[in-house]
């Protein structure tokens, strides 16, 4: 018997079954290749929904976890240590904010957000104590707090876990009327991935982050950017927002920025923003912990120095290009923006699943979003030559015969 089918079994026998993997079992990586426990080698084109942007295990990265290891993890935030505040400079100056609050998930980052942009309606704004709105978009995906679930447009995420928390109002992405026309004197802000990934790669129209930005400055709306899978190089831009010019008044991070090693998160504002926090306001057991802040530091390092922002851009072009001339029969649209690519299929043609599938037998690891849509966000570091070689691959599964 494959070992892989032992290892389903007993994962599946232990775990809540609120997953469902392809059935592949990985027990090694490195750069933008994996290796399942029966001596498989796969190329990854998921990247860990975005977080493996510097691929895995990348030498700096897992070295500077390493070095940090062997000298303090963990203070919690009752005492300073030695690497937080180097780590946060670096970020915020990276990000162009004055200030950065570091969390571990992107959850908690998005829900620090929404506390900010809370606080801040109530205490520079002049909102009335809970009056506080934050306008969000159909099809978002920002994370599974009860709290985030609750303004999720998906019934499945929201089936079950109520009740849920007011101050919510969904407008469609994209829409820069209906974002005006959704703003009350009592709107705090404007929460807004620039492009939404689990909602299927959805790129709104160019500029749309400008405008909306400027409607929420006309109206003293912040600008609550979740970039969280769209940053730090991923759309072939250090943030996704810079296509538009603007990064929002608060910045959310997470993902990449603990280099696929560990969790780190962050939001990034100025110091209007970040005063509403006084001690005591909001904080995290290990939120900004020596260990994360040394990953963080080096992740974010190797994003700049390697300059995979441009590796994303140039790959991401040509490769859609290259997607775009398989005239398959199978496919409505090729879409996204660097290697945030998602590749929608047509209603008639099923869902997107047992495309992933079949890639998967062939050696590609890719998964599936908004059930029509394969998603293909490979490590920014791949070669251009292992992306030409899957090339074949996706036009053998695309044609008309394998995926029936
Ligand atoms: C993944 C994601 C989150 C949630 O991050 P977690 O680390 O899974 O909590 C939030 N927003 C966006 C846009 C994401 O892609």
């Keep these: 018997m494959h070992r892989t089918e032992t290892f389903v079994r007993e994962a599946e026998r232990w775990s809540a079954h609120n997953y469902a993997p392809l059935p592949v079992v990985i027990e090694r990586g490195e ?21 493996l942007n510097q ?16 000298k303090l993890t963990l203070t919690s935030r009752a005492f300073h240590n030695d690497r937080m505040g180097t780590f946060l400079k670096a970020l915020a100056e990276a990000a162009g904010f004055t200030r950065a609050l570091p969390m571990n998930t992107g959850a908690e980052a998005v829900e620090t957000a929404i506390k ?58 994209g829409d820069l009327e209906a974002l005006e026309a959704a703003i009350t004197a009592d709107t705090v802000g404007f929460l807004v991935e620039p492009i ?25 709306v912040l600008l609550l950017n979740d970039e ?25 991070v997470g993902k990449a920025l603990g280099g696929g090693v560990y969790p780190v998160s962050a939001i990034l504002a100025n110091d209007e923003v970040m005063d509403v926090f006084h001690p ?11 260990l994360g802040a040394a990953v963080g530091l080096a992740s974010l390092e190797v994003i700049l120095n390697e300059g995979l922002a441009d590796r994303a851009e140039q790959l991401g072009t040509w490769f859609m290009d290259r997607l775009r001339q398989f005239n398959s029969p199978h496919v ?17 043609s099923g869902m997107a699943r047992p495309f992933c599938e079949a890639l998967k037998e062939r050696g590609v690891l ?28 996706f036009e053998e599964v695309l044609s008309p015969s394998v995926v029936a």
């Design 31 to 51: 750069s933008c290749w994996v290796w399942d426990v029966d001596g498989n080698k796969f190329l990854d084109m998921l990247s860990a929904y975005s977080a």
């Design 55 to 70: 691929g895995h295990r990348h030498p700096a990265i897992v070295g500077a976890l390493k070095e940090q290891a062997d």
């Design 116 to 173: 900010a942009a809370r606080k801040w309606g109530y205490k520079v704004k002049g909102v009335a104590e809970d009056r506080a709105e934050i306008i969000v978009c159909e099809n978002n995906f920002h994370g599974r707090t009860t709290t985030i679930v609750g303004f999720s447009s998906e019934d499945q995420y929201r089936d079950g876990f109520g009740p849920f928390a007011p101050g919510f109002k969904l407008i469609p992405h």
């Design 196 to 220: 939404q990934g689990e909602g299927g790669i959805v790129v709104p129209p160019d500029g749309f982050l400008a405008r909306a930005h400027e409607i929420c400055r006309a109206n003293r």
């Design 228 to 252: 969280i899978q769209t940053g730090l190089g991923r759309t072939g831009r250090m943030f996704c927002g810079d296509w538009d010019g603007t990064r929002g008044d608060i910045l959310i």
């Design 280 to 290: 005591g306001d909001h904080g995290s057991t290990f939120g900004g912990n020596p």
């Design 332 to 348: 409505k649209e090729v879409r996204g923006r660097g290697l945030m690519i998602g590749v929608e299929i047509r209603p008639e």
């Design 366 to 393: 890719c998964n599936d979003t908004h059930h029509h849509t394969i998603r293909i966000a490979p490590p920014l570091v791949i070669e251009r030559e292992t992306l030409e070689a899957s090339l074949p691959i």
